[in-house]
């Protein structure tokens, strides 16, 4: 049985079939629904990562703001006003200040009955000894002019 006519061949596998053709656009709507799907979930784990960053910092800031809220209320209290105040050397008309120095050697020693010059009790200390506060802004301002100075 030979013949002239050569033996039908397998059919070659052609690319551009129709049936090969419809599998590799179906192939490529798939890769690319999977690569847009999975860019849009890195996405929306990194949004809602950094929201929660944002939250976070949120509630700190209002956690400060809170206790900045509980620091001016009490500030703005009369008595802290007034330690404010006595702090920076004011006093009420009248009132006598006593203001309490850390005294050095020779004004210890000068306290327990030893004889010391006048030269060697620090100016400050002398200063507040001998000066009548009669009390009131003016007189806290001129005392810390003179403290400013010296």
């Known amino acids: ?9 397998r059919a070659k596998v052609h690319l551009g079939a129709p049936d090969r053709l419809i599998w590799l656009v179906v192939g490529a709507i798939v890769l690319w629904g999977v690569w847009a799907f999975g ?16 939250r976070d910092g949120n509630a700190q800031l209002a956690a400060s703001n809170d206790q900045t809220r509980k620091e001016v209320s009490v500030a703005a209290s009369p008595a802290a006003m007034e330690e404010a105040a006595r702090k920076a050397g004011f006093a009420r008309p009248g009132e006598q200040v006593y203001v309490i120095v850390k005294p050095s050697d020779s004004a210890a020693a000068a ?10 009790v620090p100016r400050t200390v002398a200063r507040k000894a ?5 009390g009131g802004v003016i007189d806290a301002v001129e005392q810390w002019w003179r403290n400013l100075w010296h």
């Not at 049985?1 to 061949?9: D, F, G």
């Not at 001998?130 to 009669?134: E, I, L, P, S, V």
């Open 39 to 54: 860019s849009e979930l890195m996405l929306n784990l990194r949004l809602s990562h950094e929201v929660q960053t944002l």
């Open 1 to 9: 049985m030979s013949t002239s006519e050569p033996k039908a061949s």
């Open 130 to 134: 001998t000066t009548k506060h009669a």
């Open 111 to 120: 306290a327990v009955g030893e004889s010391v010059a006048p030269s060697t």
